[in-house]
């Protein structure tokens, strides 16, 4: 099993609309780096593709939104989740409380049993998977063929100036005739992370924020996972 790589488990969460907002008009604090930090980037991307292909390691708060239509009722309400999301190199780490997932630029998912101290392959990619899948780790994301990448606005969010990039999938429309849609809000003072992501699916909507963010990524986060790639 995957954990959350597919990203749509059914979930009750606040209203997905309102509980974004709140988030994105700055409930929590994010680590602004310094003029220095910001130019020791060596080249600045050229396209919304390239600007998602090249993310900064960080550690920080991610919060999972995700509503799923109910009829005319539009969609329900619930909680939210909140994990702890990190990048470095070509992983990214998710500790969801109860367990810890990496994820690899092949879009493997490794998971670490703590009882046992060991780092055990969880998943293998899925040729099968639906195109928006994965989102969440724009890095790899990036990577996918036929996803077309544009940007079409600015935005703000936690007081960050964002660019909006969409990502849409040729042919990908529900039966009932409506898109499916992913955005990625990219902020330009924080090394062109991408701070938040939309997934608006026709019947189920699915929001990531991270907050708290900071640059300073500690070596233990990974330690295991570097372990496994150097024995390998």
């Not at 930090?37 to 991307?45: A, C, R």
């Not at 101290?117 to 990577?143: H, I």
């Amino acid at each position: 099993m995957r954990v959350l790589s597919k990203p749509f488990i059914l979930l009750t969460v606040c209203v997905w609309l309102t509980a974004f907002c709140n988030v994105a008009c700055g409930q929590s604090q994010t680590t602004v780096p310094t003029d220095k930090q910001i130019s020791n980037q060596t080249s600045k991307p050229t396209s919304p593709r390239e600007l998602l292909a090249t993310q900064p390691d960080f550690v920080a708060d991610e919060i999972l939104f995700s509503a799923e239509k109910r009829g005319s009722l539009g969609f329900a309400s619930g909680h939210r989740l909140v994990f702890k999301k990190a990048k470095k190199d070509e992983y990214y780490r998710l500790d969801t409380g109860v367990v810890v997932v990496y994820t690899d630029a092949g879009n493997r998912s490794f998971k670490y049993d703590a009882k046992r101290k060991k780092l055990e392959l969880d998943t293998e990619p899925d040729a099968k998977e639906d195109w928006y899948e994965g989102a969440d780790n724009p890095l790899f994301f990036s990577k996918k063929q036929g996803v077309k990448f544009e940007v079409v606005g600015t935005e703000k969010i936690q007081e960050h100036d964002c660019t909006k990039i969409r990502a849409t999938k040729e042919g990908a429309i529900a039966e009932d005739g409506e898109t499916e849609e992913v955005y990625f809000y990219v902020a330009k003072d924080l090394k062109n992370l991408v701070l938040a992501t939309e997934i608006l699916l026709p019947n189920r909507r699915t929001s990531y924020v991270l907050t708290n963010v900071s640059f300073n990524v500690p070596a233990a986060l990974f330690k295991d996972v570097a372990a496994k790639t150097t024995n390998s």
